[in-house]
């Protein structure tokens, strides 16, 4: 084989390897969503039953984040709430450097919890996060920090 046909090999092999190294570390570098077979599917209802952190990965976590808008008004609709704190959730992800793909873990806090506000619910959680839903957690609570708040939502993310 010529010298210059082996060089080439070689560049090529090199080359392939460091492109598969990099797709490698991406690959760690995202979360893994897990929905066993053997448990009820929960995406219809807008989250994930687990997710996987990468080995080694920075974690923030994001305080709840409620209805308010910049001025601190508060809407009394719950819907409207709902959509200004996942707004204001972008808002601190954008901050972080982070994008919902990156959220492992929401908790949400709903005041005097019923079954009808669960298709506000699962509309909001998807317009952020599309299909990579994070798990989640809904806790029913009687009131929140300020009286007129009837939703909050508090985060876990994972930084690159």
């Given at each position: 084989m010529s010298r210059t046909l082996t060089q080439l090999l070689i560049?090529?092999?090199?080359?392939?390897?460091?492109?598969?190294?990099?797709?490698?570390?991406?690959?760690?570098?995202?979360l893994s969503i897990v929905n066993p077979p053997n448990l009820f599917d929960p995406t219809p209802n807008g989250y994930s039953t687990a997710v996987i952190v990468p080995a080694g990965a920075?974690?923030?976590?994001?305080?709840?984040?409620?209805?308010?808008?910049?001025?601190?008004?508060?809407s009394p609709d719950f819907a409207a709430q709902v959509k200004q704190a996942y707004a204001n959730l972008g808002a601190a992800l954008q901050g972080l450097?982070?994008?919902?793909?990156?959220?492992?873990?929401?908790?949400?806090?709903?005041v005097d919890h019923d079954m009808s506000k669960?298709?506000?619910?699962?509309?909001?959680?998807k317009a952020m996060f599309g299909d990579t839903l994070p798990a989640q957690t809904l806790v029913p609570v009687p009131k929140l920090?300020?009286?007129?708040?009837?939703f909050e939502v508090e985060a876990i993310v994972v930084l690159n």
């Open positions: 560049g090529g092999l090199f080359i392939m390897t460091a492109g598969a190294s990099t797709a490698t570390m991406a690959d760690e570098t995202r920075r974690i923030a976590y994001i305080s709840g984040q409620g209805g308010q808008d910049s001025t601190g008004g508060l450097g982070a994008k919902p793909d990156q959220v492992a873990k929401l908790t949400l806090f709903v669960l298709g506000v619910l699962t509309e909001a959680v920090a300020v009286d007129p708040m009837l």
